[in-house]
C-alpha cells in the first residue's frame, strides 16, 4: 500500500505503556511522502473520538462522526502495524494540522 502524507488510515497501536492511546484506530499520517516512500516506518498521529479541548488536537468530521486528531501523541510506526487506508484530510483540515505544528513543534 502506497502511505500519502496526510492520509487516514487504521493502525494497530497496541502493545503501548501508560498514557500512550491504544488499540486498532484511526490515524492520521504525518510524515512526508519522501520519507513514507524510502522508509519502512511512518510517523503518524492517533484519532480519537472523546477529546477535551486541548490546543494540540484537531477536531475533523471522518465516516460521519466527530473525532479528533492528536498530535500531542505523534509516534513513528512500522507499516506492518497499518490494516488499511481509510481516507484523507480535507484542505481545511490539513491547514489547521500544519498550522498547530508548526505553533507546538517549531516556534
Known sequence: MEIKQYQIILVN???????EI???RSCV?????????HLRTVAIAPMTTSSKNYPTRVE???????????LDQIRTIDK???VKDLGKLSRH???EVKAI???TFVD
Open 80 to 82: 506492518q502495524r497499518i
Open 60 to 70: 475533523i468530521k471522518h465516516d460521519n462522526k466527530i473525532g479528533w486528531i492528536v
Open 101 to 103: 505544528l508548526k505553533e
Open 13 to 19: 497501536l497496541d502493545s503501548t505503556i501508560g498514557s
Open 93 to 95: 483540515e490539513i491547514k
Open 22 to 24: 491504544k488499540k486498532t
Open 29 to 37: 499520517v504525518i510524515s512526508p511522502d519522501e520519507m513514507n516512500n
